[in-house]
């Protein structure tokens, strides 16, 4: 939620800044603006709008701007709404010191009515983030003896979360970064510096990294050093990493959209996330994370928690049938958001899996340090090397999708659904339940089988033009099918805007049945097994009805021609795998049904990929 950026060496920043931010506008794109220094003053640009980062590198790229130090932010809005007024960067009072932030700052209010009140401050946005420009100037203007020291007391004012990046007139050759929750990284090339909210938007030049972590404070010098608060050279040194995003990774290549890539990429993204994890030969799965101690925790635990939020939570839904059914342990699903303030019960006897592509959603960080605080093991899943997550877990598990940058997640989906799948086998293996060779050989036949799923692009287009006025969409599923139906429905919400719905089979008749009426599409998940004929009968409910049912079945499956208006065949799988196998139809129809909508299929109106606020 929200992006910074910013720069500071030899080259033109403003064009640099800008770039940054389209890379990174997932986290955020209903504004984008940057300052730079020139010569005595700060010159600032914003654009509103979900196109605002690219306007912003076209009207930049056109200027003759000199400055080769400056910041650059992608706004999500939380305070105020979107609007160029709102957008960062924020100026200072005196027009000295200009602020980027992501995060809340929560004692804004009683500190800007504190300000208004007693030192007859005044700001232009209705933003959080202003106050903290004031903050600093302020300690400027009390003597701070450098802008580090004046960030540092600023912030000392301040209760929240945040990432922020600073410039000030007086210090024309230095960025002042500081992170409290929010991540940050420095990115390090010859003689000049970069920062960023998320590794993968650094550019080719930037050869090193240096996380940030929550505390610090860091100088970015014009020179390409940096300082590192209360830090030696020598801590400075240890951080550093090499950058390990291949550039072209997180680039659009020859594709019209990051989301139909990501949906392509889905083969590729689940071949490494299982690569290296089944042993057909030996029947076992193996997992790094499964130390002696992790073990010894599940193998004595009486209840597994899975969080996560959006499309991690259907995953975790997945999670529970796979450790209920394959490892017998009981398994709780909750949503990050609600768990962290339902005051659940701990017994000392459970583990927590948490859930995040991103690894940087607030609310499942914050339910999981909940959990870590009642002593509880923590396991992560994540497919950010190095996310807050990864790095506050207690062990975990990377999916290796590659980046996903779509704010709809896709590849991350398929690729946590199989991570679920190999811990429950692990929970069985420690529980010694044997693994069937059946399941083990499924699941390491899933990539090429996806493969195939992935050639009904045509079929599925076809009804996306069918379908673009459809009042509303209605999925369902049983078993196996019944997370993939709800994770279906979102996708059909967050891109094409539909008002869709996901529902187990056996809840049609409970009231969902309603919704039906001559016209609405229902997606009907039902593969061969032992639900398939519960399934039939509720396709039956719904044709008679005068509903359109689009019929995914197995390949060769006949059981619904003449009664479905349309069937997707997938290829024959255990039903286990459902969700995996069958998600690729949902992402295809919610991809090409936003394009029929004319909706910005990437970068849907008013979400964002990475929420860090609560
Ligand atoms: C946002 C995204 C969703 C995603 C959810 C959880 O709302 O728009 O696509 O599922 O966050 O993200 P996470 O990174 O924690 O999996």
């Given at each position: 939620?929200?992006g910074?950026?910013?720069y500071a060496?030899k080259?033109?920043?403003a064009?640099?800044?800008?770039q940054?931010l389209?890379?990174l506008?997932?986290?955020g794109?209903?504004s984008?603006?940057i300052a730079?220094?020139e010569?005595?003053?700060i010159?600032i640009?914003k654009?509103e709008?979900?196109?605002s980062?690219?306007?912003?590198y076209?009207?930049?790229s056109?200027?003759t701007?000199?400055?080769?130090v400056?910041i650059g932010?992608?706004r999500?809005?939380?305070?105020?709404?979107?609007?160029v007024?709102n957008?960062?960067?924020?100026l200072?009072?005196?027009?000295?010191v200009?602020?980027v932030h992501?995060g809340?700052?929560?004692?804004?209010?009683?500190?800007r009515?504190?300000?208004?009140?007693?030192e007859?401050?005044?700001?232009r946005?209705d933003?959080?983030s202003e106050?903290l420009a004031?903050l600093?100037?302020?300690e400027?203007?009390?003597?701070?003896?450098?802008?580090e020291?004046?960030?540092?007391t600023?912030?000392?004012h301040?209760?929240g979360?945040?990432?922020i990046g600073?410039?000030?007139t007086d210090?024309?050759?230095?960025?002042?970064?500081a992170?409290?929750?929010?991540?940050?990284i420095i990115?390090?090339?010859?003689?000049?510096?970069?920062l960023?909210?998320?590794?993968a938007a650094?550019?080719?030049?930037?050869?090193?990294?240096a996380?940030?972590?929550d505390g610090?404070?860091?100088t970015?010098?014009q020179?390409?050093?940096?300082?590192?608060?209360?830090h030696s050279e020598?801590?400075?040194?240890?951080?550093?990493?090499?950058?390990?995003i291949?550039?072209?990774?997180s680039r659009l290549?020859?594709h019209a959209h990051?989301?139909?890539k990501e949906i392509?990429?889905?083969?590729?993204?689940?071949?490494n996330?299982?690569r290296?994890?089944?042993d057909l030969?030996?029947?076992?799965?193996r997992?790094g994370c499964?130390?002696p101690?992790v073990?010894r925790?599940f193998?004595?635990?009486d209840?597994?928690v899975i969080?996560?939020?959006?499309?991690?939570?259907y995953?975790g839904l997945?999670?529970?049938l796979?450790i209920?059914?394959?490892?017998r342990?009981?398994?709780?699903v909750?949503?990050?958001?609600e768990?962290?303030?339902s005051?659940?019960?701990?017994?000392?006897?459970e583990v927590?899996?948490?859930?995040?592509?991103?690894?940087?959603t607030?609310?499942?960080?914050n339910?999981?340090?909940?959990?870590?605080?009642?002593g509880?093991?923590c396991l992560?899943?994540t497919?950010?090397?190095g996310s807050?997550l990864a790095r506050?877990?207690?062990?975990?598990?990377?999916l290796?999708a590659g980046?996903e940058k779509a704010?709809?997640s896709?590849?991350a989906?398929?690729?946590?659904?199989a991570v679920?799948a190999?811990i429950?086998?692990k929970i069985?293996?420690?529980?010694?339940?044997?693994i069937?060779?059946?399941?083990?050989?499924g699941?390491d036949?899933?990539?090429?089988q996806l493969?195939l799923?992935?050639?009904?692009?045509?079929?599925?287009?076809a009804?996306a033009?069918r379908?673009k006025k459809?009042?509303r969409f209605?999925?369902?599923?049983?078993g196996y099918a019944?997370?993939?139906?709800l994770?279906g429905a979102?996708?059909?919400?967050?891109?094409?805007?539909?008002?869709?719905h996901g529902?187990?089979?056996g809840?049609?008749?409970h009231?969902?049945?309603?919704l039906?009426?001559?016209?609405?599409?229902?997606?009907?998940?039902v593969p061969k097994g032992p639900h398939?004929?519960?399934?039939?009968s509720?396709?039956?409910?719904?044709?008679a009805?005068?509903?359109e049912?689009?019929?995914?079945?197995?390949?060769?499956d006949q059981?619904?021609?003449g009664i479905a208006?349309?069937v997707?065949?997938?290829?024959e799988?255990?039903?286990?795998?459902?969700?995996?196998?069958?998600v690729?139809v949902?992402q295809l129809?919610?991809?090409y049904l936003?394009?029929?909508?004319?909706c910005n299929?990437d970068r849907?109106r008013n979400?964002a990929?990475?929420?860090?606020?609560?």
């Amino acid at each position: 939620m929200c992006g910074i950026d910013g720069y500071a060496g030899k080259r033109k920043a403003a064009a640099i800044l800008a770039q940054g931010l389209i890379d990174l506008a997932y986290r955020g794109y209903d504004s984008a603006g940057i300052a730079t220094i020139e010569g005595p003053r700060i010159e600032i640009f914003k654009r509103e709008g979900n196109n605002s980062p690219e306007e912003l590198y076209k009207r930049v790229s056109g200027l003759t701007l000199a400055g080769t130090v400056g910041i650059g932010h992608n706004r999500w809005a939380t305070h105020g709404a979107p609007s160029v007024r709102n957008a960062h960067p924020h100026l200072s009072q005196g027009k000295r010191v200009a602020v980027v932030h992501n995060g809340i700052i929560d004692n804004f209010k009683a500190l800007r009515a504190e300000l208004e009140h007693e030192e007859n401050a005044s700001f232009r946005s209705d933003t959080d983030s202003e106050v903290l420009a004031y903050l600093i100037e302020r300690e400027l203007n009390f003597g701070a003896l450098s802008l580090e020291d004046a960030v540092h007391t600023a912030l000392a004012h301040v209760e929240g979360a945040y990432a922020i990046g600073v410039i000030c007139t007086d210090y024309p050759d230095q960025i002042v970064a500081a992170r409290n929750s929010s991540d940050l990284i420095i990115g390090v090339g010859e003689g000049e510096l970069f920062l960023t909210s998320d590794e993968a938007a650094l550019p080719t030049e930037a050869n090193l990294k240096a996380a940030m972590k929550d505390g610090d404070i860091v100088t970015l010098f014009q020179n390409g050093q940096f300082h590192i608060r209360g830090h030696s050279e020598e801590d400075k040194k240890r951080r550093l990493e090499k950058v390990c995003i291949m550039p072209g990774q997180s680039r659009l290549g020859n594709h019209a959209h990051f989301m139909l890539k990501e949906i392509l990429e889905q083969p590729e993204a689940l071949r490494n996330a299982l690569r290296g994890r089944i042993d057909l030969a030996h029947e076992t799965v193996r997992l790094g994370c499964f130390t002696p101690e992790v073990t010894r925790q599940f193998r004595t635990c009486d209840r597994v928690v899975i969080i996560g939020c959006g499309t991690s939570y259907y995953s975790g839904l997945a999670g529970k049938l796979y450790i209920e059914r394959f490892a017998r342990v009981p398994v709780d699903v909750a949503l990050a958001s609600e768990y962290h303030y339902s005051d659940p019960i701990f017994t000392g006897r459970e583990v927590v899996l948490s859930i995040s592509q991103s690894g940087t959603t607030a609310d499942t960080l914050n339910a999981m340090r909940l959990a870590q605080k009642h002593g509880v093991l923590c396991l992560g899943i994540t497919n950010r090397v190095g996310s807050t997550l990864a790095r506050e877990d207690d062990g975990g598990v990377y999916l290796h999708a590659g980046p996903e940058k779509a704010v709809a997640s896709t590849k991350a989906f398929t690729s946590q659904v199989a991570v679920l799948a190999l811990i429950a086998m692990k929970i069985a293996q420690i529980h010694g339940q044997r693994i069937d060779h059946a399941l083990l050989r499924g699941l390491d036949a899933l990539p090429s089988q996806l493969e195939l799923v992935l050639r009904h692009q045509e079929q599925i287009k076809a009804l996306a033009a069918r379908y673009k006025k459809a009042a509303r969409f209605v999925c369902f599923g049983r078993g196996y099918a019944m997370p993939l139906a709800l994770e279906g429905a979102l996708k059909l919400t967050e891109i094409p805007y539909f008002d869709a719905h996901g529902y187990a089979g056996g809840e049609l008749k409970h009231g969902p049945l309603a919704l039906i009426e001559r016209g609405v599409p229902a997606i009907a998940i039902v593969p061969k097994g032992p639900h398939q004929e519960k399934m039939i009968s509720n396709v039956r409910e719904v044709v008679a009805r005068k509903g359109e049912v689009i019929a995914l079945v197995t390949e060769g499956d006949q059981a619904l021609n003449g009664i479905a208006t349309e069937v997707i065949e997938l290829p024959e799988a255990p039903e286990e795998f459902i969700s995996i196998l069958a998600v690729p139809v949902f992402q295809l129809l919610s991809y090409y049904l936003g394009l029929e909508r004319e909706c910005n299929v990437d970068r849907p109106r008013n979400l964002a990929k990475s929420v860090t606020v609560e």
